[in-house]
């Protein structure tokens, strides 16, 4: 059993045993050691989410541009940015909140009060109250309220599932000496916060309390953090910052050039303000607000809760799954498969034997299969459990057979039973052959022994040895439908998927290799959770990223592992049902809980709640994230399209001393289209089955050749805009002309655009591409309409040059598409 140590400064000074402290004690020792406050939750107040919400450079950026907007007169605009702000703003009270919620299930599991020994009696205090060197009594159905040493009570059992994920009870016993000079003490000794007692009544001796406990340092681990922005919103943030500069800075200049030209302060500020209004990005961060919300809505309907939206970004970048086995990639049920009896008995008798040490209540996978396999017979008095635990990797029971005898019932791993039996090595061998068969085989080996005992009442104490092998019995649990074809898919995309389990290495191969992990060969990299060192190096293990499965791993090893895949450079999604899982689920990218097994914290803190513990909805999360990472994409490279020659050519006209080329209703009725096409047509985009690439860069919102291309693109458009105008414009200054042709060629251009990115492959990309088009038309094309737009009706000369512009355009917009697609 492995050691844990005791502080020297906690029982150096109690002699004796029995006895509590004083009040004068306790005192001396909570302004020494603190309150046993295990889980910090400070209470949400509006100050609270105010002052996290001042943080966000997005939100003041929508203020100051929705001031401007009512300053210019443009309160329509100025309420749809407040309108923006909502989302925003809840989105930083829901990351807020999350952090709250979470410590809230972690405390959920916490004792609220605690009975102690205190001046010689006992008293009930609040578990805040605990102090190391208190003497704690607990009964059972109760939790303990801090790290302790158990010094009395007998036939304990202690659920620390809420600690270890592991569903088995566990058998603690009372350490003899528990005061001065002990230095270190077997873990069977020690209960921890968060745990419960199930049977018996524990007298504990109290070591650790508050953030020293186990339990509290995994509320560390799970706070740690909680506010960290994505490399997404960074991206975001910068490419508004940078056009909200060069947007301020061409207005500034515009107004002084008009000045200087003229044209009056009247002139100069009407051309700046419209200017700032066709300028300001105010688009780009509403379209990431809502293309997030929208993401939320997708991948509930793939059966993926999202509990923080900016994982619909993250689990789109995902480049290495560390997944569990049992539920997740297996079904989570084991069957009876294979029986391989000892000589002398039949296949009902092997599994009537390994039944005894079964336990009805436990809920445990295996003990069900082997209960509902076993033959009916008489009823067995169970009179004593010694409960499987990962350091036994065995379950005994004591029963009263049929003809009154007593029998201990052993069940558990081989090589674990093995020794408890009086097999000769020849036989022993020929029993291991057969346990390496049917783990190859991807099976769950156990062995059954009985011995026969020379006892009136139970023993106190496990007997050790003398049993009769009674066989093997191989069990299976089923792989899910279509996981196989989900594994295929995760690697043609580039991603990684690394199965952690506590199975024998053999049995952990033999899944992978159904489910198809490993290299071109088929042969998966296994490694046990041992062999991995600080350097994310080990026995066996010569490259972390070559890693398939990981075997024998303790509940706790698997941030280790998510650490070590991080450090490697990749983006880890895991998986996890425990509040051991808590860390790892916080420090992976993207923590994925078990909605249906899993435990509250787990659900708390992961960033996915999955609603049917599918692996294929993994798979489907990401195919959504990733999707609507490249639909998002899109959009943003629609705007910026489109909003480079707006920019340029609103500025080139006025600064070459022409009258403004865009007065205040055509920047409204070019707003009323390109506002529909970012949100509408976009993020309405269809998810495929095949999983779109992705570059392990993922964190860059556009590659090099994509801004190349983009800013290229935008320069001809506006080149052409330009042109375009001034040759309408003629000798005769016709601006009314001139204004037509431009506006015309601008929305044929972000028709184009639309139909090239989207692909027409939505109903809304239609409806908004021809909307454009037929809004045009009526606008320029009716006498009437266009005298009250300042617009004159085109020639069929005129359309033929918007139709070039038009088809310009969309060839630059498939240029565009290509250098998104290059990976």
């Given at each position: 059993?492995?050691?844990?140590?005791?502080?020297?400064?906690?029982l150096?000074?109690?002699?004796?045993?029995?006895l509590?402290l004083?009040?004068?004690?306790?005192?001396?020792?909570?302004?020494?050691?603190?309150?046993?406050?295990?889980?910090v939750?400070?209470?949400?107040?509006?100050?609270?989410?105010?002052?996290?919400t001042?943080?966000?450079?997005?939100?003041?950026?929508?203020?100051?541009?929705?001031?401007?907007?009512?300053?210019?007169?443009?309160?329509?605009?100025?309420?749809?940015?407040?309108?923006?702000?909502?989302?925003?703003?809840?989105?930083?009270?829901?990351?807020h909140r999350?952090?709250?919620?979470?410590?809230?299930?972690?405390?959920?599991?916490?004792?609220?009060?605690?009975?102690?020994?205190?001046?010689?009696?006992?008293?009930?205090?609040?578990?805040?109250?605990?102090?190391?060197g208190?003497?704690?009594?607990?009964?059972?159905?109760?939790?303990?309220?801090?790290?302790?040493?158990?010094?009395?009570?007998?036939?304990?059992?202690?659920?620390?599932?809420?600690?270890?994920?592991?569903?088995?009870?566990?058998?603690?016993?009372?350490l003899?000496?528990?005061?001065?000079?002990?230095?270190?003490?077997?873990?069977?000794?020690?209960?921890?916060?968060?745990?419960?007692?199930?049977?018996?009544?524990?007298?504990?001796?109290?070591?650790?309390?508050?953030?020293?406990?186990l339990?509290?340092?995994?509320?560390?681990?799970?706070?740690?953090?909680?506010?960290?922005?994505?490399?997404?919103?960074?991206?975001?943030?910068?490419?508004?910052?940078?056009?909200?500069?060069?947007?301020?800075?061409?207005?500034?200049a515009?107004?002084?050039?008009?000045?200087?030209?003229?044209?009056?302060?009247?002139?100069?500020?009407?051309?700046?303000?419209?200017?700032a209004i066709?300028a300001?990005?105010?688009?780009?961060?509403?379209?990431?607000?809502?293309?997030?919300?929208v993401?939320?809505?997708?991948?509930?309907?793939?059966?993926?809760?999202?509990?923080?939206?900016v994982?619909?970004?993250?689990?789109?970048?995902?480049?290495?799954?560390?997944?569990?086995k049992?539920?997740?990639?297996?079904?989570?049920?084991?069957a009876?498969?294979?029986?391989?009896?000892?000589q002398?008995?039949?296949?009902?008798?092997?599994?009537?034997?390994?039944?005894?040490?079964?336990?009805?209540?436990?809920?445990?996978?295996?003990?069900?299969?082997?209960?509902?396999?076993?033959?009916?017979?008489?009823?067995?008095?169970?009179?004593?459990?010694?409960p499987?635990?990962?350091?036994?990797?065995?379950e005994?029971?004591?029963?009263?057979?049929?003809d009154?005898?007593?029998?201990?019932?052993?069940?558990?791993?081989?090589?674990?039973?093995?020794a408890?039996c009086?097999?000769?090595?020849?036989?022993?061998?020929?029993?291991?052959?057969?346990?390496?068969?049917?783990?190859?085989?991807?099976?769950?080996?156990?062995?059954?022994?009985?011995?026969?005992?020379?006892?009136?009442?139970?023993?106190?104490e496990?007997?050790?040895?003398?049993?009769?092998?009674?066989?093997?019995?191989?069990?299976?649990?089923?792989?899910?439908?279509?996981?196989?074809?989900a594994?295929?898919?995760?690697?043609?995309?580039?991603?990684?998927?690394?199965?952690?389990t506590?199975?024998?290495?053999?049995?952990?191969?033999?899944?992978?290799?159904?489910?198809?992990?490993?290299?071109?060969?088929?042969?998966?990299?296994?490694?046990?959770?041992?062999?991995?060192?600080?350097?994310?190096?080990?026995?066996?293990?010569?490259d972390?990223?070559?890693?398939?499965?990981?075997?024998?791993?303790?509940?706790?090893?698997?941030?280790?592992?998510?650490?070590?895949?991080?450090?490697?450079?990749?983006?880890?999604?895991?998986?996890?049902?425990?509040?051991?899982?808590?860390?790892?689920?916080?420090?992976?990218?993207?923590g994925?809980?078990?909605?249906?097994?899993?435990t509250?914290?787990?659900?708390?803190v992961?960033?996915?709640?999955?609603?049917?513990?599918?692996?294929?909805?993994?798979?489907?999360?990401?195919?959504?994230?990733?999707?609507?990472?490249?639909?998002?994409?899109?959009?943003?490279?629609y705007?910026?399209?489109?909003?480079?020659?707006?920019?340029?050519?609103?500025?080139?006209?006025?600064?070459?001393?022409?009258?403004?080329?865009?007065?205040?209703?055509?920047?409204?009725?070019?707003?009323?289209?390109?506002?529909?096409?970012?949100?509408?047509?976009?993020?309405?985009?269809?998810?495929?089955?095949?999983l779109?690439?992705?570059?392990?860069?993922?964190?860059?919102?556009?590659?090099a050749?994509?801004?190349?291309?983009?800013?290229?693109?935008?320069?001809?458009?506006?080149a052409?805009?330009?042109?375009?105008?001034?040759?309408?414009?003629?000798?005769?200054?016709?601006v009314?002309?001139?204004?037509?042709?431009?506006?015309a060629?601008?929305?044929t251009?972000?028709?184009?655009?639309?139909?090239?990115?989207?692909?027409?492959?939505?109903?809304?990309?239609?409806?908004?591409?021809?909307?454009?088009?037929?809004?045009?038309?009526?606008?320029?094309?009716?006498?009437?309409?266009?005298?009250?737009?300042?617009?004159?009706?085109?020639?069929?000369?005129?359309?033929?040059?918007?139709?070039?512009?038009?088809?310009i355009?969309?060839?630059?917009?498939?240029?565009?598409?290509?250098?998104?697609?290059?990976?």
């Open positions: 059993m492995p050691l844990r140590p005791i502080p020297a400064d906690r150096a000074d109690l002699r004796d045993p029995a509590g004083s009040a004068a004690e306790a005192a001396s020792r909570r302004a020494r050691f603190g309150w046993n406050d295990i889980v939750a400070p209470p949400l107040t509006w100050r609270d989410l105010i002052r996290s001042l943080r966000d450079p997005q939100i003041w950026f929508l203020v100051v541009v929705s001031g401007l907007f009512v300053i210019t007169g443009d309160y329509t605009e100025a309420v749809i940015l407040v309108v923006a702000m909502v989302p925003l703003v809840g989105m930083d009270a829901f990351l999350r952090t709250q919620a979470s410590t809230q299930g972690l405390a959920s599991r916490l004792a609220a009060q605690a009975t102690i020994l205190r001046d010689g009696g006992p008293i009930t205090v609040a578990a805040r109250e605990v102090v190391p208190d003497l704690v009594e607990t009964g059972a159905g109760s939790a303990f309220p801090a790290d302790g040493l158990v010094v009395a009570g007998e036939d304990l059992q202690v659920d620390e599932s809420s600690l270890t994920g592991e569903a088995y009870p566990v058998r603690k016993l009372a003899a000496a528990a005061g001065a000079g002990q230095r270190a003490a077997e873990t069977l000794h020690w209960v921890f916060a968060g745990t419960r007692l199930l049977t018996g009544t524990a007298r504990c001796r109290i070591v650790h309390t508050g953030g020293e406990t339990y509290g340092e995994i509320v560390r681990s799970a706070q740690m953090g909680s506010h960290a922005r994505t490399p997404l919103q960074i991206a975001v943030m910068r490419l508004v910052a940078l056009m909200l500069a060069g947007a301020l800075l061409l207005c500034v515009l107004a002084a050039i008009r000045l200087l030209q003229g044209h009056g302060w009247l002139d100069a500020f009407l051309s700046a303000a419209t200017l066709a300001l990005p105010e688009e780009f961060p509403v379209v990431f607000t809502f293309f997030l919300g993401g939320v809505y997708r991948l509930a309907r793939r059966q993926a809760l999202v509990r923080r939206a994982a619909v970004e993250n689990i789109g970048r995902v480049t290495c799954i560390c997944s569990d049992t539920g997740t990639i297996t079904e989570g049920k084991l009876l498969a294979h029986h391989v009896p000892a002398g008995l039949s296949p009902d008798d092997l599994v009537g034997w390994a039944a005894l040490a079964a336990r009805p209540e436990s809920g445990d996978p295996l003990d069900v299969a082997l209960l509902g396999a076993a033959p009916t017979c008489a009823p067995i008095v169970q009179l004593a459990t010694f499987f635990t990962e350091d036994r990797r065995r005994t029971s004591i029963v009263r057979l049929a009154g005898t007593l029998a201990a019932v052993v069940k558990g791993a081989p090589e674990t039973v093995f408890m009086g097999e000769t090595p020849a036989a022993l061998e020929a029993w291991r052959a057969e346990v390496t068969t049917y783990a190859a085989t991807g099976h769950k080996v156990i062995a059954a022994a009985s011995k026969r005992l020379d006892l009136a009442s139970a023993p106190r496990e007997p050790e040895s003398g049993y009769t092998l009674h066989g093997l019995l191989a069990l299976e649990d089923p792989v899910r439908p279509g996981v196989r074809d594994v295929l898919s995760c690697r043609a995309a580039g991603i990684r998927v690394i199965m952690i506590g199975d024998h290495p053999a049995t952990a191969g033999a899944i992978a290799r159904d489910v198809g992990l490993g290299g071109a060969d088929g042969v998966p990299v296994v490694v046990l959770a041992d062999d991995l060192d600080r350097d994310g190096a080990g026995p066996g293990i010569e972390i990223t070559k890693v398939d499965v990981v075997a024998r791993a303790a509940p706790g090893q698997k941030l280790r592992w998510v650490e070590a895949m991080q450090r490697a450079g990749e983006i880890v999604a895991v998986t996890g049902d425990g509040v051991n899982d808590v860390p790892a689920l916080q420090c992976a990218d993207i994925i809980a078990m909605g249906e097994r899993g509250q914290s787990a659900r708390e992961a960033s996915i709640v999955l609603l049917d513990d599918n692996f294929r909805t993994i798979l489907s999360a990401i195919a959504e994230g990733r999707q609507l990472f490249r639909n998002l994409q899109l959009a943003f490279a705007l910026l399209l489109i909003h480079i020659p707006f920019v340029l050519s609103a500025a080139a006209i006025p600064l070459a001393d022409n009258p403004l080329l865009y007065l205040p209703i055509h920047i409204v009725w070019l707003e009323l289209i390109i506002h529909p096409t970012m949100l509408l047509v976009f993020q309405d985009l269809p998810t495929t089955d095949r779109l690439p992705t570059s392990r860069n993922g964190a860059q919102f556009f590659r050749p994509a801004w190349a291309m983009i800013l290229l693109a935008g320069a001809i458009l506006a052409l805009l330009s042109f375009g105008f001034e040759y309408a414009l003629g000798a005769t200054a016709d009314p002309h001139a204004r037509a042709l431009t506006i060629a601008l929305i251009t972000s028709a184009a655009i639309t139909a090239v990115l989207s692909g027409l492959k939505t109903v809304s990309a239609r409806l908004v591409v021809a909307a454009s088009l037929g809004s045009l038309l009526v606008m320029v094309q009716m006498p009437a309409l266009a005298a009250l737009l300042h617009l004159r009706p085109l020639h069929l000369i005129d359309w033929a040059m918007v139709a070039c512009v038009g088809a355009a969309a060839l630059l917009a498939a240029m565009v598409g290509r250098a998104l697609r290059a990976v």
